[in-house]
């Protein structure tokens, strides 16, 4: 299960395979056992069996999956983002109609069958862990499942972990260890990970099993039948990618200049990008099709921006996986509870969802920064060490050393406490960030904007006549002059030696509902025509195509130079 919410029951055949609570991490159980009905006849040699009868797949009977989901939504103490049971009935402004129940893909996936001389015994790949912080090397973890009758008891003596890194399916290096060991593997001529060059390389983990024989007589090969020559057997096999990239905030230029800046692969950068909420109006959590998750990634960088902020949601691996191949950047939020339900039970349930959440996205060469908490009260029930702010910080960082920066509150109290990385502040509509941050965090607009045409064009509305926005305007023209105005002060306010802004989330990217401010509408239809886009690509490719220059300033380049406002 890629997602339920968020407390679910798993049934198979009426028997109980188990329960998980969670609405926005993925769970699964191994249904062999459990399965009724015949079983294919195996084949004499593995050549001959199809992949479905190596799955041993049941053919006279039909098995029954049954899920059974309880989500109180924001009346329960958990983590549940921007959902309102209110909006259901009546449009809710800056939240919206929950989800409930499956949410995300579910799927069938076959592992290796085992030991022909012991149906009890099974080894399969269960887990890479891949530490892509580097811009020379790459660590991979390759953790192996092993059971037998059930149990993590067997002995798992006599398994590799092999593993090839592939640029355009050619082999560039690979190494083999113990499972659960950490291969540190250097890069030759590495290619980095950026937004003009989101560079992937591909990764090939095989898992195998040697042919030494047990002191009873027997075999410790799992899989097929031994090989004649000796040679190790495949277990399973599978296939991934990375990209390796650094991202810190550092002074661009000790001790002339040493306010903290984001970089990039050691240069300086400055993130411009949106605020995106990730709903749907055909399915709220849920995108209709995987060209919906792709389009809202694609659509940053073809408005000139870098940076998506993802807001108080964790989506499906594939949204990552486009944000990984199109070179978007994400500041990736940890859903919060919002309201009267939060209180002292809502801390373990919070903990619980960030360790999966960091777990679940961590591989991800995007994901360059964690936010714990966004604004509103959540924070203040994490009062008890080790799960006050600042615990909450160091926990962050110690699940996922190889992302180096953690904002602690976007635009909340708990920013205050300058603790983390970023000194991060909601200023509605007009950005401002005229405070000078601490030495020890780089400055951020972490929501600005909410612009919005009222009233909206016929049929562009969820629910006429509700429409919301942080400031309302009479026409798209006007919507994107502001817009270019806006970015102007943000032009300032980065050159700015003092200052130093080093990021700013403008809100948002689509409409949501009643909240009818995003850059496209709810639909994803324009909100703009061709010529007031290209106003804003190219006032948005002004701030994002910055270099750092000694001295102050900023310097830009191509047909991003020129005055468009």
């Known amino acids: 299960f890629g997602a339920v919410d968020w407390s679910a029951h798993v049934y198979l055949n009426g028997r109980l395979l188990g329960h998980h609570i969670g609405g926005y991490d993925g ?47 924001d009346d329960g103490h958990q983590p549940n983002g921007k959902q309102r049971l209110s909006a259901i009935d009546d449009c809710g402004g800056v939240t919206y109609t929950p989800s409930s129940g499956i949410w995300q893909t579910v799927w069938l996936e076959i ?28 660590a991979v973890t390759v953790i192996a499942a092993y059971t037998m009758a059930g149990g993590l008891n067997g002995d798992a003596g006599g398994l590799t972990a092999k593993v090839e890194v592939m640029d355009n399916q050619d082999v560039i290096v690979s190494a083999t260890e113990l499972p659960g060991q950490v291969m540190n593997i250097p890069i030759p001529n590495a290619k980095l990970w950026s937004p003009s060059t989101p560079f992937l390389y591909d990764l090939r983990v095989t898992l195998l099993r040697d042919g030494q024989q047990r002191e009873d007589g027997g075999t410790t090969r799992l899989g097929r039948a031994p090989k004649e020559d000796g040679s190790p057997v495949v277990l399973d096999i599978v296939l991934s990618y990375f990209g390796l990239r650094t991202f810190e905030a550092s002074p661009p230029n000790p001790p002339s200049d040493a306010t903290l800046r984001p970089t990039l692969n050691g240069r300086p950068i400055f993130l411009a990008g949106v605020l995106d909420q990730s709903f749907w109006p055909d399915g709220l959590y849920s995108a209709p099709t995987d060209e919906a998750l792709a389009y809202d990634v694609k659509l940053v960088p073809q408005l000139g921006m870098n940076l998506i902020r993802l ?40 903990v619980k969802d960030m360790k999966a959440a960091i777990k679940g996205r961590g591989n991800h060469p995007s994901i360059v920064q964690w936010t714990i908490f966004n604004e509103q009260n959540c924070w203040e029930v994490f009062t008890e060490k080790p799960f006050d702010v600042p ?16 904002d602690a509150d976007s635009g909340g109290g708990a920013n205050d406490l300058h603790v983390g990385d970023v000194d991060d502040v909601h200023t509605y509509p007009f950005p401002d960030n005229s405070h000078r941050p601490s030495m020890a965090q780089y400055s951020m607009v972490g929501e600005y904007g909410g612009l919005g045409i009222l009233p909206m064009p016929e049929g562009t509305e969820w629910m006429p006549g509700k429409c919301y926005a942080y400031r309302q305007l009479k026409s ?49 239809s324009a909100k703009f025509t061709e010529e007031e886009t290209e106003m804003i690509r190219r006032m948005n490719l002004r701030l994002t195509s910055w270099e750092y220059r000694d001295g102050g300033g900023g310097s830009t380049s191509g047909d991003a130079s020129r005055a468009i406002y």
């Open 111 to 138: 592992v290796p069958d085992g030991d022909e001389e012991r149906d009890d015994a099974h080894a399969h790949i269960a887990d890479v862990h891949i530490d892509q912080s580097s811009t020379a090397r790459v």
């Open 311 to 350: 807001h108080q949601k964790i989506n499906p691996e594939r949204w990552y996986y486009h944000a990984d191949r199109t070179g978007v950047i994400v500041f990736q939020d940890l859903p919060q509870k919002y309201g009267r339900a939060t209180t002292n039970d809502t801390v373990p349930l919070f």
């Open 391 to 406: 615990g909450m910080v160091e926990l962050a960082r110690s699940l996922d050393p190889a992302r180096r920066l953690i």
């Open 476 to 524: 798209s023209r006007e919507y994107a002059a502001m817009y270019v105005g806006m970015a102007a002060q943000l032009e300032i306010m980065r050159d700015d030696e003092y200052l130093g802004l080093g990021a700013a989330v403008y809100t948002q990217t689509t409409d949501v509902e009643c909240e009818c401010d995003g850059l496209v509408n709810y639909d994803r």
């Open 27 to 73: 769970f699964s159980f191994d249904v062999t056992s459990h399965l009724v009905g015949d079983e294919l006849p195996k084949k004499e040699t593995a050549e001959e069996e199809t992949e479905g009868e190596k799955a041993a797949t049941a053919i006279s009977t039909t098995n029954e999956i049954l899920v059974h989901v309880y989500d109180p939504s």
